[in-house]
């Protein structure tokens, strides 16, 4: 089993920046493929980006290219989700999430979210 906490969502202008965490613990953090997903009231939950359990790999949703970075330290179980340029579109509940590999369809563990509002 995995567990996984979020943080570092909050309130921010329209050009500020963020950084979100997700610290994990249980199975060992370092094989699994990480994301970030992000929802709001009424939508579907959507891919922001992911990490392969290296690190080296990265995808990231056409609507955060250049502006998002993901990045992983697996000395210390944690995913980074830095977001730079923020816009008011990007306000939504922020989620990470685990898989056992890059190539699975399905995340099997999930956080409980962090907001994240951007005002304009």
């Known amino acids: 089993q995995v567990q996984l906490v979020e943080s570092g969502g909050g309130l921010v202008q329209a050009g500020g920046s963020l950084r979100l965490s997700c610290a994990a613990s249980g199975r060992t953090f370092s094989s699994l493929t990480m994301g970030w997903f992000r929802q709001n009231p009424g939508k579907e939950r959507g891919i922001v980006a992911r990490?392969?359990?290296?690190?080296?790999?990265?995808y990231y949703a056409d609507s955060v290219k250049g502006r998002f970075t993901i990045s992983r330290d697996n000395a210390k179980n944690t995913v980074y989700l830095q977001m730079n340029s923020l816009k008011v579109e990007d306000t939504a509940v922020y989620y990470c999430?685990?898989?056992?590999?890059?190539?699975?369809?399905?995340?099997?563990?999930w956080g409980q979210g962090t907001q994240v509002t951007v005002s304009s």
């Open positions: 990490i392969s359990s290296s690190g080296i790999t990265t």
């Open positions: 999430a685990a898989k056992r590999s890059w190539a699975a369809i399905a995340y099997d563990y």
